[in-house]
């Protein structure tokens, strides 16, 4: 207390000084007669004082800056207290103790009054003065708790308005846009600067380019670069309220061989112009409310009324030929490019030359951007030097070696990219004698590419190579948004039905050995175990997928079958099945406790969630095999999938939300619906009627 008003007087402070003027005047007017009207004016101001200046302390610690003015408080106090010591009576006397002792203190009093009531009109000064501190003090207060209440009011709206934003997301396009980011190699893509197409769209003269070219040329890589010099564009044009916003179609996306893109680039195009405007339309409010899955119609209608606080809007779409179907996809472009509730959108699109596309975009987009062997040849040569001069066995090698592989490179990859990524891995393999000989004999096509490549897998690699392809394969049907969990990869490969870590050195063995076999078929990212919020380390892991679409294409066409990779065909009712095998063997070892392990952990953690959503990602298949479909049917019946209702609750994820919710397009039967209902406890089944 002392130390919260400052000022001590030998052991007594300003309020311990009220204290005891508090008890002098109430002895004196309880053991005198007729005493002074001015000691009760002194008795009930020191009690108000007294009052202030324990709310003071209470309220306002240290809050007084101006010390003085508690240092005259206590003195004039003190004062007080020395001129009513003055006046006590002895207690030993009665209280009618004869006429001399109360005429001695009428005297006394006499001689004091005129001071004591010029002390107490500055003890009632001071009591204003540090009323006025206090009051000030609780009006500070009240604004710094109103001001607490508001950044709290703030926090909710902000993180309501996020869960708003999520729950509209449904493909999330920036892992695949950082990844392709990766690739720039300074000096590519600068052609596109010479481009008039470019450069009109850019100062928006011309609203639509649509960019063309082979599997394989580059055209991921070529949107990535145009996404961020779009972005720079968008944030120096001050005067105008622009953004650019982007999506990549990919047939890794979704739970199927592919998706159909239309509504998750709507929905992300939506998402992205609420965070942006900071502005949520009340309709998707409202159904959000409702827990409802937003229509084509409403996000059409959300989109248009965002749209209108922005001056310009430059959406950017890579790979709409990897959508499937795509008929509602480019209806939705050809209305964007040609509505007029959209004409302040600039719109640029990359795909192959498919007829159905080119039937779509070419009208609109006249003329259209090639990526032809001419404009996309300087970008190759720049990416085959750097790599030639970056990697580590190649600097050891003789300078016409690499000349020879720089010019046979640029010239046999016809403006494939990807198909000079795939002999740089095969010569990385070889000896200089070796890499000579493959520089005479190079494939024409990615085929032949992919072909030559499973034919240098050593024989007793074959079995481990076709193994991991499956599961890579199987998992990509299956509602996740990222490859397979490489702890969970390993597990499965090589077959030993525990968690391997690839973080371990011995396990980490095993997964460079894998990723050695595979080379250039896979691709092996850095993700966090929610893509939508992936910003802590503890929970980031390796996820393996194949690296382009080409792959899988190959895989699994009868072109392969017809030639010497055939042992690496793949069907996806195998890769169901053997994933499905492998998940009824983990049957014994599911628990409470497996539920409770992150799902990119633990192998049976993960064949636990291949279990779930094996009903309706794998339902044709499970129709057509009655035995697989009875045995994964009994383990729907354990105790793990029936009981204990809040580890279900607890697993239920983003990723199945979203994807129960699409049952509403599937056509299985009722039976799934309920065996997946089950499996992960959830409400959002579609009615019978649907």
């Known amino acids: 207390m002392a130390e919260a008003l400052g000022i001590v007087s030998g052991s007594l402070t ?62 004039t106090v003190d004062e007080i207290s020395q001129e009513l010591e003055g006046l006590s009576i002895t207690h030993g006397l009665s209280v009618g103790s004869g006429k001399r002792q109360r005429i001695k203190g009428a005297l006394k009093w006499t001689m004091k009054e005129e001071k004591v009531r010029k002390l107490l009109d500055e003890t009632i000064l001071h009591k204003s003065t540090i009323t006025l501190a206090m009051l000030g003090d609780i009006t500070n207060d009240i604004k710094d708790i109103k001001g607490t209440m508001q950044n709290v009011q703030d926090q ?43 450069n009109d769209w ?12 082979i599997p394989g040329a580059g055209k991921t890589v070529l949107t990535s670069y145009l996404i961020q010099k779009t972005i720079e564009h968008c944030e120096s044009l001050q005067a105008e309220r622009s953004a650019c916003i982007y999506y990549y179609c ?46 084509c119609s409403a996000l059409k209608s959300a989109f248009k009324e965002l749209l209108s606080g922005f001056d310009a809007l430059f959406i950017i779409l890579d790979a709409a030929d990897e959508s499937f179907p795509r008929q509602d996809l480019l209806r939705l472009l050809e209305e964007i490019a ?40 300087t ?23 690499k000349e020879d592989i720089l010019e046979k490179l640029v010239h046999g990859a016809q403006g494939m990219f990807r ?25 024409e096509t990615l085929d032949d590419t992919y072909e030559r490549i499973f034919e240098e897998i050593p024989r007793d690699d074959r079995a481990i190579a076709r193994s991991a392809l499956r599961w890579i394969c199987g998992h990509a049907d299956l509602p996740f948004y990222h490859g397979i969990p490489a702890y969970c990869l390993l597990s499965a490969t090589f077959g030993t039905g525990a968690s391997l870590n690839p973080d371990s050195i011995s396990d980490s063995y095993e997964f460079e050995h894998l990723h050695d076999i595979l080379g250039c078929l896979i691709q092996v990212e850095l993700v966090g175990e929610s893509v939508r919020h992936n910003d802590s380390n503890e929970y980031r892991f390796h996820a393996v997928a194949l690296a382009h679409y080409t792959v899988q294409e190959f895989l699994l066409s009868d072109r392969i079958q017809r030639g010497s990779a055939s042992y690496f065909a793949l069907r996806k009712d195998d890769c169901a099945r053997d994933m499905l095998v492998a998940v009824l063997e983990q049957q014994s070892h599911f628990s409470e406790d497996t539920l409770r392990t992150a799902f990119f952990r633990d192998y049976r953690r993960y064949c636990y969630d291949v279990a779930r959503f094996a009903p309706v990602s794998w339902e044709s298949f499970l129709q ?67």
């Open 14 to 75: 300003v309020l311990e000084l009220t204290v005891k003027v508090f008890k002098q005047c109430k002895h004196l007017i309880e053991t005198t007669q007729d005493a002074p009207r001015d000691l009760k004016h002194i008795f009930i101001e020191i009690s108000s004082l007294k009052a202030v200046l324990e709310s003071f302390d209470t309220l306002s610690q240290g809050s007084l800056h101006d010390k003085s003015v508690v240092e005259g408080c206590r003195s």
């Open 156 to 198: 909710l709206t902000v993180t309501d308005q996020r869960k708003v934003c999520d729950w509209i997301e449904h493909t999330n396009p920036t892992m695949m846009h950082n990844q392709s980011c990766r690739y720039h190699e300074d000096l590519t893509c600068r052609w596109m600067h010479r481009i008039d197409q470019w």
């Open 379 to 401: 970008d190759i040569r720049i990416y085959t030097s750097a790599m030639l001069e970056r990697q580590d066995r190649f600097k050891r090698w003789p300078k016409d070696l």
């Open 250 to 295: 990919s047939f890794r996306h979704g739970n199927r061989l592919r998706q159909d893109e239309c509504e998750p680039f709507l929905r992300w195009i939506v998402s992205q112009l609420c965070r942006i405007s900071n502005t949520i339309p009340s309709d998707l409010i409202e159904l959000h409310q409702q827990n409802s899955i937003p229509g």
């Open 202 to 213: 850019l100062s928006r003269r011309r609203r639509v380019i649509w960019i063309h070219g």
């Open 624 to 690: 057509r095999e009655q035995e697989m479909w009875h045995r994964l049917r009994s383990l729907f019946d354990t105790n793990i999938f029936t009981s204990n209702g809040q580890y279900k609750a607890r697993t239920l994820t983003n990723n199945d939300i979203d994807y129960v919710a699409e049952l509403k397009l599937s056509t299985c039967s009722q039976r799934l619906r309920v065996l997946f209902a089950t499996s992960t406890g959830s409400c959002y089944l579609p009615s019978n009627s649907d």
């Open 338 to 377: 040609t509505h007029p509730d959209f004409q302040n959108i600039q719109l640029l699109v990359t795909s192959r030359r498919y007829p159905d596309i080119e039937r779509m975009l070419r009208p609109l987009s006249e003329p259209s951007l090639p990526m032809s062997n001419s404009v996309v040849e």
């Open 419 to 443: 198909w000079v990524v795939c002999q740089i891995h095969r010569l990385l393999r070889k000896t200089p004698t070796q890499a000579r000989k493959v520089l005479e004999d190079l494939p």
